[in-house]
Each structure stands twice: as structure tokens, then as C-alpha cells.
């Protein structure tokens, strides 16, 4: 999945400020094949960013310290999605926060104490929280590289995703420059190529899940292994359609007992002319592939008038070009 998109610092010098946009991401498939004896479950996952990304300013800083401050926009700033606006801590609970920590502790940084230059750190969230959409964790994959840069840290980027598999199971996979599949417990990732920009609509009730609670429930199975590759085989080859009997998400069933919202909002995408609506990752989140542009517009307009509050007509970015 990607690492983030990375875009010039905005001036030049010590201090330059790095500006990364963080993707995004899709379960296109989630396969819960086992438990494990460290409590955590074997999954394997085709996972496939998309356009719909946060954006992170990074810039090393004369004071001590790792600063977060956090602004909405897009959706999350409508009146609307505001509902899903309140929940993004600034403290050392936020990933950003951990992952810049960690990466400063490797480094041999002590921002906290001034040995060492601080940091600040501006994140402009587009991502609902909560939502199976990995915002925090691509947030992560995105501070590990920007402050890298711009803390002269000069590190290959498989040292950057190990450490932000440390930090949370689904980091690595925004290493990946793109599409991929995520295997062990989310850290083993593998590239795909040949998926297309396909149109997808992704909707999120208020509602949020525990991660936990709904991996408690799910029934592991096996069978499924190899599902992903098939799938990711299929879209590159332009068999959508046939395509749609491997687009499965083990959590589903336990999302939906959990959440009645996750139950209504998968029977609204199916009413509303979705072909195969899904949940991603763990929920809330919900999305449809459709077939076209029109059709996601038509598909989300739908949505917004059922009272959805956040809904957004968006492409898989399968490919991301990371400087």
C-alpha cells in the first residue's frame, strides 16, 4: 500500500518543512485463516489505497519536544461529517506521535529533553477515524518518512516500515508503494501491480467498532488462503465481475452483529444499486467497487440522501509514486 505520496518541502534550508499526503486504504479481501499463540489473528489481505488521503507538514524545531496539532477538512469539516470530527487525540496516544517518538528513540534523538531537535507536526485529517480505512496508521507510515527527512535520518525505507510494524500491525503496508498483500498479522507485505484506478464509494455510519471486540468474534477459516492473489489477478485483468465472488471480509458477520449501524448501512449500499458492498478492515467503514464514475456519484448522492454522514466517491490509487 502506499507509502505516502511526497511532495516538495516548502522552503529550503535545515528547517525546510515536509509535506506528505498519507492515502487511505481498502481491504479488497480479508481473510481470517487462524489465531495465533500471541493472541493475535493470521490474516492474509488485499489491501489497495485510495485517493482519499490526510495530509502531515513535518519540520524539525529549535524547541524540544514532538508536537501534533490537528485540523478537518473535506467531509470531516461539513456540518454533516463534524459528527466524526471529535476523536483524533494530539497526545503520545495519536500514532503520529508514537511513530516520531520511536523513530527519534532508534536514532538516538531526544526531542523531549533537547538533545536534539524537536518536532512539529500539522495534520490535516480527510480520514474518519474509526472507519477501517487505516487513517492512523498510514499517518504513521507518513510521519516515519517525513521526519526521517527532515531530521537528515538517511535510513532505507524498510527500516522506517520496521519500526512501524512495532508500532501497529497495519503500518507496514503504506510501505509498499501501492496495491498489496498483507500477510502474518498484517506486518508481511507483498507489492501487487496491474490493479486499475477502479471507482469505489466508501460510507461510514457514527457508529465505530473495537477492533478487538470484532476480531473476537470472527470464525477463522483456512480455506480461503490464496484468495487475495486470485483476486488481485482477476482486477488486473479486467475481470471485475468475476472478481466480485473473492471480494469476501471475514469480519463481516461480527461487524454486523456488533454494529446495527454497519448492518444498516451494508443494506442501504445494496438498495442504493451497490454490486457487492463490503465492510474494510474491521469497520465502520463500508465501500462499493462500481463500474464507472457516474455510477459512484449516482450511488453516493444516494447515500448523502438517506442521511449517511460521511460518504465519499473516490478511485483505488494502486500505484503511488513516493519521492
Known sequence: MPLVTQDRSTVGGPRAAVVVRAPAKLNLSLAVLARRADGFHEIESLIVPVSLHDTLTVQAADRPGIRLAVRFAGGLATAAGSVLATDVPT??????????????????????????PG??????????????????SSDAAAVLLAAARAWGIDWP????????????????????????????????????????????????????????AVY??????????????????????????????????????????????????????????????LLTGS????????????????LAARLRMAGWPAVYATRLAPAVRVA
Open 91 to 116: 497526545d503520545a496516544t495519536n500514532l503520529v506521535v508514537r511513530a516520531a517518538a520511536a523513530l527519534a528513540a532508534e536514532a538516538g534523538i531526544a526531542p523531549e529533553s533537547g538533545d536534539g
Open 119 to 136: 518536532l512539529d507536526i500539522d495534520l490535516v485529517k480527510r480520514i474518519p477515524s474509526g472507519s477501517g480505512l487505516g487513517g492512523g
Open 157 to 212: 525505507r524498510d527500516r522506517l516500515a520496521a519500526i512501524g510494524g512495532r508500532i501497529g500491525s497495519d503500518v507496514p503496508v503504506f510501505f509498499a508503494g501501492g496495491a498489496a498483500i498483507a500477510g502474518g498479522r498484517g506486518e508481511r507485505v507483498a507489492a501487487v501491480r496491474g490493479i486499475p484506478p477502479l471507482h469505489v464509494v466508501i460510507a461510514r455510519p457514527v457508529a465505530s467498532l473495537s477492533t478487538a
Open 216 to 277: 473476537a468474534r470472527c470464525v477463522p477459516d483456512p480455506a480461503r488462503r490464496g484468495e487475495a492473489a486470485r483476486l488481485a489477478a482477476a482486477l488486473a485483468a479486467g475481470r471485475l465481475r468475476g472478481g466480485f465472488p473473492l471480494m469476501h471480509n471475514a469480519l463481516g458477520e461480527a461487524a454486523r452483529s456488533l454494529c446495527p449501524d454497519v448492518d444498516r448501512l451494508l443494506d442501504a449500499l445494496a438498495r442504493a444499486g451497490a454490486a457487492h458492498p
Open 283 to 298: 469497520g465502520s467503514g463500508c465501500f462499493a467497487v462500481t463500474r464507472s464514475a457516474t455510477e459512484s456519484r449516482l
